[in-house]
Every structure is written in C-alpha cells, then in structure tokens.
C-alpha cells in the first residue's frame, strides 16, 4: 500500500497557487499534516481523494495514476472534507444509512457497522434525531463516521478535531490509534498535540510547498538543547517577543513563563527544556519565513 506524489502543483482560477512542486511517498501509518492557513493542506488532501486533480504532475495510488484511474483508490478511501455538511433533516442513523448505501455496503452489514461506529464517535443516544439540531462538534463527529463507514484503507481526515471538545478530541485520538490492520491515515490539524502522540510521519507545508517530512522524533531534534524557559515581569513581554522567537507564554503568579526557541541561552535565568513537536513546527516555519524575506530583499 503506497501512494507516491510525484511533482504535484495546483493552480486556481485566478493565477493562485494552491501547491507547488510537492513530492512525497506515504506509505502505512498516520502522516500529520501541519502547515498556517492557506498553506495548502486541503487542497493536498482534495487531490488525494480524488475531488479534484493536480495542475502539474500526479499522483499514484499502488503504481496507478488516480487521476486516469481513480476506481482502486476511491473503493477504499475514506475522506472527511474540512467543509463537511449534512443533511439537516435526516437524522443520524438515517444520514450514515444513506452514505453508507451510496458506498455500496450492504443494507444488513451498513445496519451494524452503523451502529458500531455511533458507539465509537459516542452518539449513539442522539441516532435519532435530526441533524439540523446538533452542536458542530456533534455534526463533526458525523462526519468521523461517515469516513469510518466502508473500514477504509486510506482515511484522509481534514482538521477532523476541529470544534470538539477536550474530551472528544481525546477519544478521537485513541480511535485513531485503535484502526488496527495496514492502512494509510492523512490527518491535517492546527493542534499540534492532536498529532503528536499517534502520528508516525509529520508533513509541515506552508506558502504550498513541503517544508518538512519526517518522523516526530526526528523534527524534535531539529529544536534538541535549543528550547529554553525563564520567568519576567508583564512589562518585559512585548520587548521579549521582538527580540526572541517564543513559542509559548503563560501567565502565572509569579510572571509570565516564556518559551523561546533559541541556538543560544538566551539570558542568564533561562533553563533548558524539554522540546515539544509546537516548538520543532513553530521553528520550521519562522526559519522558512526568515529565509523567504531574505531573498525579496
Ligand atoms: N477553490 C479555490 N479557489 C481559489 N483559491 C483557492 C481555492 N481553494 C484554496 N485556494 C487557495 O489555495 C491556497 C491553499 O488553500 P488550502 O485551503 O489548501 O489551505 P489550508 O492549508 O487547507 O488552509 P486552512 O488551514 O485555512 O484550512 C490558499 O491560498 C487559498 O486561498
Ligand atoms: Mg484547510
């Protein structure tokens, strides 16, 4: 199982580019797509799911290109686009019994699995009612199922834990890590700590091109010996924040704890940390933002 993309740009109406030049090789695990708005990530995954096609080079799924044969890929996708909606006045049960028969599942296994996978994103209680009434966490975790339907191999999930709650966020990741057997899962997010504990590759993309893919430890330490925390005063902040990259503050009584990822102690009551997967992404972004204002000037 292995999807290869070899030189994919999109261009948008417009002029704009969606993507340049990306190339990658995902093969079984979860790849955490990380990147600022607008850096290209649901574009990526629209290509991947067959919604839309490269401007410039292709995409292959287990050797064939999915633009000329989307068939193999599409049988065992599951996608859950950012903008996801449903169907307001069909309930839950009736809403996945109708994907579900659209996906070609058989009426008696798409009965079970659906309420397997009402169980799993916790609505089982709510099946019933319509879907004009729920919450946007609750209509997000529609959208899970939906993707869980057909037991995908490939699950491309766009920021699937946007608007959940701590709780569902963590029962989320756990679903994540419980798919058990060989399948590529392409989960794109802007909390890094969503993707931190179960990815297994980190793609970070920013302006439409791939600054980084690697595994999360391998992106720590990129930041190894170069994160460094000290307390100072509410005063001192916004001197701190032009002088140094910080990548956290936190308010506590005694001052305001900053995090600050720097080659060089950065002051004499700076300590050493502990990087986080935020600092080593947080790094990889300003140094491509340093180095692209670098060649405009
Ligand atoms: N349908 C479209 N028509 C024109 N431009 C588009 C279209 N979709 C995306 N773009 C542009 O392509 C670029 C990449 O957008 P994309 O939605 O892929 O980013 P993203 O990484 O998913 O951002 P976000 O984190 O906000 O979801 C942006 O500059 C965006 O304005
Ligand atoms: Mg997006």
Not at 90 to 98: G, Q
Not at 200 to 222: F, N, V, Y
Not at 227 to 251: C, D, M, N, T, Y
């Amino acid at each position: 199982m292995k999807l290869v993309i070899e030189g994919v740009s999109k261009q948008y109406a417009g002029g704009l580019w969606g993507l340049r030049d990306l190339r990658m090789e995902i093969g079984p695990g979860v790849v955490g797509l990380l990147g600022p708005n607008g850096a290209g990530k649901s574009t990526l995954m629209r290509i991947l799911a067959t919604v839309t096609r490269p401007s410039e080079g292709r995409v292959l799924w287990n050797d064939a290109d999915i633009a000329r044969t989307p068939d193999p890929l599409r049988s065992v996708l599951g996608y859950l686009p950012q903008d996801f909606g449903v169907y307001p006045h069909l309930t839950a049960r009736e809403f996945l019994e109708y994907l579900a028969a659209a996906k070609g599942l058989d009426a008696a296994s798409a009965r079970r699995r659906i309420d397997e996978l009402l169980g799993v994103v916790n609505l089982s209680e709510v099946r019933e009612r319509a879907l004009g009434g729920f919450s946007g966490g609750m209509k997000q975790r529609v959208g899970i199922a939906q993707a869980l339907l057909n037991d995908p191999q490939l699950l491309i999930v766009d920021e699937p834990t946007a608007g959940l709650d701590p709780e569902e966020r963590v029962r989320f990741r756990n679903l994540l890590s419980e798919l058990s057997g060989e399948r590529i899962v392409i989960l794109s997010t802007h909390i890094v700590s969503d993707v931190e504990a179960i990815a297994t590759d980190i793609a970070i993309l920013s302006g439409g091109r791939l600054l980084a893919h690697a595994a999360p430890e391998e992106l720590l330490r990129t930041v190894e010996g170069r994160v460094w925390e000290w307390v100072i005063s509410s005063a001192e902040l916004p001197a701190a924040r032009q002088q140094f990259q910080i990548s956290g503050s936190v308010r506590r009584g005694d001052g305001v704890h900053v995090r600050v990822v720097a080659a060089q102690r950065p002051g004499p009551h700076a300590v050493a940390v502990a990087p986080s997967l935020e600092d080593a992404y947080l790094n990889c972004i300003s140094m491509q933002r340093a180095s692209a204002a670098g060649v405009e000037r």
